[in-house]
């Protein structure tokens, strides 16, 4: 039976002359089904991370500088004012020091960065492949999951990157950094810090991987982003940023002491909090929230804009 559609109304008219009111229900708009190979998912990956990084680089200084000011200093507060404390390191030793460590930033990526997202994306795939949707906590496990991985594996440039930032340590470069750590303190002890450092990953990663892909979900299903387009992935961006950098940043914290101190003085991630708490104040554990968040919000949005592109013009 063929509808015949009234013009002036919002009415459909069937052959037998029956009314009815046309239905406005939208079809929801899918997320783009294009999926990138294997070695191009981790290859693309480095390359957004690395672009992202060399632009963010800055912020990721200054939080590692606030996260070590006032340490071993009982009642020093330091403010979360991060503005006052980067124009006080760019007087004090030059513009450059925002960029010290960039070489380390840039390894880590390659390592760090192109495995986190290339096992969450390649697994995502496979699971979108077989089933019709994914749930959250589905996407949550496999952030979790690729978070640890890539935080083992990029362990050895994150401690060149801290220890450079820090200032305690003389090295030129990321490789001279990584060999004279071997040189002088053994193979064993690049993943220094690895315990914090992958529960840090973990969290982070769980919750920013997750929160952007259901952002993403939930923003074009209910016609809120009408493509999945560039609005779509800096708005999914910056909503997962916000989340995993309050969730991640006490244990990052813990990471940065762990990993740049010189002589022996926390045991461990949970003593460093402990005494950080009783030396600086419960607040002290989210100690460079504006720089970490000016990161990663940025460097997220760099991040996952630019992958999304890679997958738009050479994804099958």
């Known amino acids: 039976m063929s509808k015949i559609e009234n013009p002036v109304t919002n009415i459909e008219e069937n052959n037998n002359g029956d009314l009815k009111e046309k239905s406005t229900q939208q079809t929801p708009t899918k997320i783009n089904p294009k999926t990138l190979t294997i070695p191009q998912n981790f290859l693309?990956?480095?390359i957004s991370g690395m672009i992202s990084t060399t632009v963010n680089h800055p912020s990721d200084v200054l939080k590692t500088t606030m996260q070590l000011m006032g340490e071993n200093k009982p009642g020093v507060k330091v403010g979360q004012n991060p503005f006052p404390i980067a124009i006080d390191l760019v007087k004090r030793e030059g513009f450059s020091k925002l960029y010290v460590g960039l070489?380390?930033?840039?390894?880590r990526q390659?390592?760090?960065g192109a495995t986190r997202l290339g096992v969450f994306q390649v697994t995502m795939d496979y699971l979108n492949s077989k089933y019709q949707s994914t749930s959250f906590f589905t996407k949550w496990f496999v952030g979790l999951m690729s978070g640890g991985i890539a935080?083992?594996?990029g362990c050895p440039s994150d401690l060149a990157l801290i220890r450079m930032v820090s200032g305690k340590y003389t090295y030129n470069h990321v490789f001279d950094a990584l060999y004279k750590i071997c040189r002088d303190e053994?193979?064993?002890r690049m993943w220094r810090g690895s315990s914090p450092t992958v529960i840090r990953a973990m969290i982070f990663n769980s919750v920013q991987l997750s929160t952007y892909a259901q952002s993403k979900q939930i923003l074009l299903e209910n016609g809120?982003?009408?493509s999945d387009n560039m609005n779509c992935h800096i708005i999914s961006s910056l909503i997962a940023s916000l989340f995993s950098s309050a969730a991640s940043l006490p244990v990052d914290l813990a990471k940065t002491k762990l990993q740049s101190m010189k002589d022996v003085i926390y045991k461990n991630s949970f003593d460093v909090m402990q005494k950080t708490v009783r030396q600086?104040?419960?607040m002290a554990l989210w100690k460079g929230f504006w720089p970490f968040y000016l990161r990663q919000g940025p460097h997220a949005v760099l991040t996952f804009v630019i992958l999304e592109q890679f997958r738009l013009h050479f994804g099958k």
Request: zero cysteines; glycine letters at 8%; a neutral charge.
């Open 151 to 153: 935080a083992f594996v």
């Open 186 to 188: 053994g193979v064993a």
């Open 44 to 46: 693309y990956s480095a």
């Open 110 to 112: 390659a390592t760090y």
């Open 224 to 226: 809120i982003i009408k």
């Open 280 to 282: 600086e104040g419960v």
């Open 103 to 107: 070489t380390a930033a840039l390894l």
